[in-house]
Structure formats: structure tokens, C-alpha cells
């Protein structure tokens, strides 16, 4: 079992910069693949960014986030760059088992609770 906490989620303006953070516990990370995933009021979760053997992003979101992980401290981290308001989402973190990255929600069998972020225009 793999539990995650996602940190560093608020209210930015836009072209502003947010930086969002996930600890894990109960397993280490090191062979795991991770994501970030988001979800906008009406609208399906989405694929943000993810890590393994290789690392992928959105279209959308290509040169403004960065996806970086820290398997010595369990961390997994979204810095976020130049936001504009239709980021605006509830952000997850999720892990699955090897290191295959996947868009799709159901490839992930752990997740974090979620944090807010709002960017205001």
C-alpha cells in the first residue's frame, strides 16, 4: 500500500507560479512510475504529467510544468510556471506499480486526496 498527501495547492494570479508537492509512505517510489493528474469542475479527470521511464506531459502544459521526483525523500513534485485560469482544477498525484507511464486514471491504483488550485485572470 502506498499512501500519498499532496501539498502546495491555493490561489494564484495568472501568469503566476505554484509549486505542488506529494509525500508517499509505505512504499519507496524508486519503482513506481508517478503522475499528476487534474480535474476541473464538470470535466473528466486529466492527464498533467507523469514520470517512469520516460516523462510526458499534456500538450497544454508542455514548457510551463515540470514533473521531478526524490526517491531518497518519497517526494514527487509539480512546478507550475506561468498559470493562466483554465488550470484551474482540483490536482492529484498518483502512482502505480513499474515504471511504464500512462494517461489514463485507471493505470494508477494510488491517490493522493487532492489540492485546489485557482488561478484568477
Known amino acids: 500500500q502506498v499512501q500519498l498527501v499532496e501539498s502546495g495547492g491555493g490561489l494564484v494570479q495568472a501568469g503566476g507560479s505554484l509549486s505542488l508537492s506529494c509525500a508517499a509512505s509505505?512504499?519507496?517510489?524508486?519503482?513506481?512510475?508517478v503522475g499528476w493528474f487534474r480535474q476541473a469542475p464538470g470535466k473528466e479527470r486529466e492527464f498533467v504529467a507523469g514520470?517512469?521511464?520516460?516523462?510526458y506531459y499534456l500538450d497544454s502544459v508542455k514548457g510551463r510544468f515540470t514533473i521531478s521526483r526524490d526517491n531518497a525523500k518519497n517526494l514527487i513534485y509539480l512546478q507550475m510556471n506561468s498559470l493562466k485560469p483554465e488550470d484551474t482544477a482540483v490536482y492529484y498525484c498518483?502512482?502505480?506499480?513499474?515504471?511504464?507511464?500512462?494517461?489514463?486514471?485507471?493505470?494508477?491504483?494510488?491517490w493522493g486526496q487532492g489540492t485546489q488550485v485557482t488561478v484568477s485572470s
Open positions: 498518483a502512482v502505480r506499480e513499474g515504471m511504464a507511464v500512462y494517461r489514463t486514471s485507471s493505470a494508477y491504483g494510488y
Open positions: 509505505g512504499r519507496t517510489l524508486s519503482s513506481y512510475a
Open positions: 514520470n517512469g521511464f520516460s516523462t
